[in-house]
């Protein structure tokens, strides 16, 4: 059984929706309600409308969905392809001043069961999330956006395709978004092409990059309709694969930033009774300079862990004393997650020092973008920021391969996959 297939995908078609940059959204999950609104103005056949449709009092947002899914299919607004194809993407972005590409590819990847998973994860997921996902797929029946998988690519087959296919083709799609990113999407269909891709992934590792959520909805609606179609299911039904987006650890092109803290107390954080407990734990250090503290943050990260804090217009740097103190204060996990620095401040800060319930930190927000924590931080007397440095690949790949799940949000791979480019529509569930 092939791990991964080619599929036919559905597009926009441009004579009639128009130019792709207006059409296409980041995924749903990293889309602020500011964000959403700017999108859905951007054109009436942006693909926000299906991914992430508005709230409204008057009908089912989900149900809203699935008919303007339907009805974009009708009037030619998106199209089917009419060959199966792999749909190989390049992505060229900055990241701290650097110009770096991405490359991978689009196409289906089987899903896993109670017999055995052909992809490992490595984050917990929201309940929350789960169920809106849901609830939106059994109304358009489809995988709207890819999830993000790394793998070792131990054949090489990206570089492969990417040598003898694409420079002589012209990317169907090709459009620069709002950060500058130019994303491309050539269309492959040469049979011996897809056989290649599909027997060169059958011998690889997979792990979840981003998209956790929407892996386990799509095993979630699998196992819907197996119980639906009862002795009818073949195992081979469409829902039985998921939309994914393919890329190999090449360090070249990936990358992976940190996604930070802003912590919401229920009164205002007490420094200096806040580092005099720190000092239990870490050496702390006050950097009175915003760059140099950024710097020294990320410098210190590739040797060694160390946590930031922001509060009261002051930064300070929490140093880890000794890494062997882990082994006694995080005694449930094992050790490739004790060394994560995100459960450094989950366990020696919130929940040691700050006295947090770990199950229940609702009073915590994410974000990539560590300026606009310190702004908040800066607004409300009752925030504190803690940033961290990013998860390295291999950490990622040594959690999911141990079994073991990183807490929510601990990766942000840089930059997004688009929503929009490609879905994958179920075509027999009955």
């Known amino acids: ?38 999108f859905s103005e951007r054109s009436p056949y942006n693909f926000i409308n299906i991914d992430l449709a508005k709230d ?16 974009w299919l009708k009037e030619g607004v998106i199209v089917q392809d009419e060959k199966p194809a792999v749909y190989f993407y390049s992505q060229t972005y900055v990241v701290r001043g650097e110009k770096k590409t991405r490359l991978g590819f689009i196409s289906l990847l089987k899903l896993g069961d109670e017999k055995g998973s052909v992809v490992f994860g490595h984050e917990n997921t929201h309940t929350a999330a789960k169920q809106d996902r849901l609830k939106l797929m059994k109304q358009v029946k489809a995988n709207l956006s ?13 570089q492969r395709i990417f040598q003898k296919y694409i420079p002589a083709s012209k990317a169907f799609i090709e459009l620069t978004d709002d950060e500058k990113t130019l994303h491309k999407l050539w269309r492959l269909d ?3 092409m897809l056989k290649l891709v599909e027997s060169s992934m059958n011998d ?23 119980e639906k179609l009862g002795s009818a299911f073949t ?6 694969y998921c939309l994914a987006y393919f890329t190999n650890t090449d360090y070249r092109g990936l990358s992976i930033l940190p996604i930070h803290r802003l912590l919401k107390l229920g ?37 060694e862990h160390l946590l930031g804090l922001y509060k009261d217009k002051q930064y300070f740097l929490l140093r880890l004393k000794n890494v062997k103190m882990l082994d006694k204060l995080i005694v449930d996990k094992p050790r490739e997650y004790r060394l994560l620095d995100v459960a450094i401040l989950n366990y020696l800060v919130l929940k040691n020092i700050l006295g947090l319930d770990l199950n229940d930190l609702t009073g915590i927000q994410y974000n990539p973008d560590p300026l606009e924590l310190v702004e ?3 607004g409300d007397p009752l925030n504190v920021a803690f940033f961290l440095n990013p998860v390295k690949i291999q950490q990622i790949i040594a959690i999911a391969e141990s079994g073991n799940k990183m807490p929510p949000k601990s990766t942000y791979f840089y930059p997004k996959v688009l929503s929009g480019l490609v879905v994958n529509k179920f075509e027999k569930e009955e």
């Not at 690889?204 to 197996?226: L, P, Q, S, T």
């Not at 580092?275 to 250090?285: G, I, L, P, S």
């Open 1 to 38: 059984m092939s791990k991964t297939k080619a599929f036919k995908a559905v597009v926009y078609n441009p004579q009639k929706a128009g130019d792709f940059k207006s059409l296409v959204c980041p995924p749903y999950d990293v889309i602020s309600s500011q964000a959403q609104e700017m």
């Open 56 to 71: 409204s009092p008057v009908d089912d947002k989900y149900k809203r969905a699935g008919t303007i899914f339907r009805d």
């Open 146 to 158: 890819p999830i993000f998988i790394v793998f070792l690519d131990k054949k090489r087959i990206i």
């Open 190 to 192: 040469d049979p011996a």
């Open 204 to 226: 690889e590792n997979m792990f979840i990059a981003d998209g956790h959520h929407r892996y386990e909805v799509a095993c979630a609606y699998r196992d819907m309709m197996r």
């Open 235 to 240: 195992g081979e039904e469409d829902f039985n």
């Open 267 to 303: 009164k205002p954080l007490d420094l200096e009774d806040f580092t005099d407990k720190a000092r239990e734990y870490f050496d702390v250090d006050q950097v009175k300079d915003r760059t140099r503290f950024f710097f020294l943050l990320e410098k210190a990260g590739h040797t």
């Open 376 to 378: 908040q931080v800066d």
